[in-house]
């Protein structure tokens, strides 16, 4: 089946210790998202990429990194995490803009 | 700019009766909108969508939605609750014009009574 993959599904790291993240699809979609979710609130943009374009959100810390080496895959690279991104971290794919997104299961880092 | 707003961050109902869930939208252009489900510790899945066509949308699980131009709603309903429908609701908002941008509504938790 057709899907969008996030490994690994719980991640612990420790403060300061950079940490990747990663999404893999299998739908060959253009689109690219990344959201980070806290407790009992809507997803929040990161940033995407629209093929190999990337859009950061102005909100977005500095601290947060992105990479997409090919259609497949995009990776989420936290360079020095804090214990405030400590949240779910969602991957989402869309054909192109005018498209729903699909979500992947999520990734939840812990900061310890 | 778009926005949405859902009504009743938390709503329970009882096993077997009818679901409403709220979701008001603002948009300055035609919008598409979205109700995606999210259990816990799960990813987000697409319920159904509005993209135009027509006003009463169908989607999985039994759940349906109205798109109301006049009142601005775009609400969701099932005619009877499952236990298994217990989840977090999201209702999204994006326009047509090649922003890639969803935005979300703060989410409305769903508690089934048995």
């Known amino acids: 089946d057709a899907m969008v993959i996030q490994n690994p599904r719980y991640q612990v790291t420790q403060f300061g210790k950079p940490v990747t993240l990663s999404c893999s699809q299998t739908?060959?979609?253009?689109?690219m998202y990344w959201y980070q979710q806290k407790s009992s609130q809507a997803p929040k943009l990161l940033f995407h990429?629209?093929?190999?374009?990337?859009?950061n959100e102005a909100d977005t810390p500095d601290n947060f990194q992105s990479r997409r080496p090919n259609t497949s895959f995009c990776f989420l690279d936290i360079r020095s995490p804090g214990l405030g991104d400590a949240a779910m971290y969602l991957c989402?794919?869309?054909?192109?803009?005018?498209?729903?997104?699909?979500f992947g299961p999520g990734t939840r880092l812990t900061v310890t | 700019a778009q926005s949405v707003t859902q009504l009743g961050s938390h709503v329970s109902v009882s096993e077997g009766a009818l679901v409403l869930l709220r979701c008001n939208y603002s948009?300055?252009?035609?919008?598409?909108l979205f109700w995606y489900v999210q259990y816990p510790n799960q990813g987000l899945q697409l319920l159904l969508k509005?993209?135009?066509?027509?006003?009463l949308v169908k989607g999985i699980n039994g759940f349906e939605a109205e798109f109301k131009k006049s009142e601005t709603s775009f609400h969701l309903t099932k005619p009877s609750a499952h236990m298994s429908d217990a989840a977090e609701y999201f209702c999204?908002?994006?326009?047509?014009?090649?922003?890639?941008?969803?935005?979300f509504g703060t989410g409305t938790r769903l508690t089934i009574i048995p």
């Open positions: 989402a794919t869309s054909r192109d803009s005018y498209y729903e997104q699909y």
């Open positions: 739908l060959n979609h253009n689109v």
């Open positions: 990429y629209y093929d190999k374009d990337f859009n």
């Open positions: 948009s300055s252009v035609p919008p598409y």
């Open positions: 509005y993209t135009s066509a027509a006003t």
């Open positions: 999204a908002v994006k326009t047509n014009f090649g922003n890639e941008k969803l935005t």
